[in-house]
């Protein structure tokens, strides 16, 4: 059975030992992509940004390092084809026409399929697609972007610029880093053991997490709660409200799910097939965006 918004397989979390990884077995890495496979998902999404690689810096979009980047990825891919190629952090240090030029090259080139833009504020998204109209340039049509039950600012202004434009929706960390998940903990409790991704021994990126997350401690806890009362896992609350309630469209390019062992990812696709929730659980985490909003305030870097 499909999911109602495609799933996508984030491998982030895949990489060399004591890289910020979760996976460095290539065997265990294998039998994920293969689950996937095995339920109808063939994108997998990644970048030479994760596991200690090299991170977008001013002057990483000039023309030249744009293309050297690129010709690195596919390198590294093996000579793969690349079916969506995003401009992963804007970089507002070099004019967006120089960098959108080079993509067009690269694309007239043949070297992908899909130009997609990821973590842009909204306004940045029309300018780049009023510089491709007026060009002739290769549009975006994709755009990759945190979303989840309680990370929900990208609804205000980004979606309706995607319509807009009709570029479709990738969402990230629609576990909250694994805080939506049955390991919630209340940060600093004494029995509490830190979820990976908000320990900066474990993750390069844990302040993004603890920043947005941590605040919501309380009015995720009811919700585990609620979810409880209703026979449901959190988790599963998180993975089904995507898929029914909230403002992602059947066609938009996916959620993009992640991780570390079969067993996990076998839950999650399981949870991601079901129907709708009880109308009181949905009603519980509408309340728990209002609570945990304050905390979100912006959805780009």
């Known amino acids: ?8 397989l984030g491998a982030g979390q895949f990489g060399a ?3 910020d990884e979760r996976v460095s077995d290539p065997a265990v890495a294998q039998e994920l992509v293969d689950l996937m496979v095995s339920h109808g998902c063939t994108s997998i999404e990644t970048s030479p940004f994760y596991c200690n690689g090299t991170s ?7 023309p030249e390092k744009v293309k050297k980047s690129f010709e690195a990825s596919v390198k590294a891919l093996n000579g793969k084809k690349i079916r969506v190629y995003y401009l992963n952090v804007p970089d507002r240090s070099f004019p967006f026409e120089d960098t959108l030029e080079a993509i067009n090259d690269i694309y007239n080139a043949g070297g992908f399929e899909v130009f997609g833009l990821a973590n842009y504020m909204a306004f940045e998204v029309a300018e780049v697609v009023s510089i491709c109209k007026r060009r002739g340039f290769v549009m ?14 990208t609804e205000n202004e980004l979606f ?6 009709n570029i479709k929706f990738a969402g990230y960390t629609p576990l909250a880093g694994g805080y939506l998940t ?12 830190p979820l990976s991704k908000f320990d900066p021994a474990r993750s390069s990126f844990s302040w993004f997490h603890t920043g947005r997350y941590y605040p919501s401690a309380s009015a995720v806890a009811e919700l585990k709660d609620i979810a409880h009362a209703h026979g449901l896992t959190l988790t599963e609350v998180a993975l089904r409200w995507l898929q029914w309630h909230s403002k992602l469209q059947p066609d938009d390019y ?15 696709l399981e949870d991601s097939v079901k129907g709708p929730l009880p109308d009181a659980v949905v009603e519980a985490c509408e309340d728990t965006w209002k609570k945990a909003r304050g ?5 780009w870097f």
Not at 56 to 62: A, C, N, T, V
Not at 140 to 153: A, E, F, K, S
Not at 160 to 165: A, D, E, G, M, T
């Open 1 to 8: 059975m499909s999911t109602r918004i495609p799933l996508i």
């Open 17 to 19: 030992a004591n890289t």
């Open 56 to 62: 977008e810096k001013p002057g990483d979009h000039s």
């Open 140 to 153: 975006p049509t994709v755009y990759q972007g945190v979303y989840n039950l309680i990370d929900r600012l």
């Open 160 to 165: 309706p610029c995607l319509r807009k434009f």
């Open 182 to 193: 049955e390991r919630f903990f209340v940060p600093d409790a004494s029995k509490d053991v």
């Open 254 to 268: 996916g959620v993009i799910v992640a991780a570390s062992a079969k067993e996990q990812l076998q839950t999650i």
């Open 295 to 299: 905390a979100i305030t912006k959805y």
